[in-house]
């Protein structure tokens, strides 16, 4: 997907529609060093991604973390999860095992 937006997809019943991202323009994840000691964080705020994996593994939903945290809405959020889902189709984040 690498730094377009996110494109909204329809489906037969209506549900689990991409939601387009307020700013396509900038990248999904960034990394800064002079903010939160360069830990990767949503685009365009000071949220770790590590953040919303957590609420994730927590059980809280997409819109749960959207509304806990003024600065990032539905769009960016997915643009993280599709960047990630990205590097693990590429490989990025698997060890090669021979097993």
Known sequence: ???????IATT???????SPRL???RPAITINPEKLS????IAGT???VTALI???LLGYSIDQFVDEFDG???GDVQAVLLKIKEAL???WLAEKVDY
């Open 89 to 91: 189709e590429q490989g």
């Open 38 to 41: 360069g830990a990767p964080t």
């Open 12 to 18: 037969s019943n209506g549900q689990n529609k991409l």
């Open 72 to 74: 990032v809405d539905r």
């Open 54 to 56: 957590d609420h994730l």
């Open 23 to 25: 700013h396509p323009q």
């Open 46 to 48: 000071r949220l770790p």
């Open 1 to 7: 997907m690498s730094n377009q937006a996110v494109q």
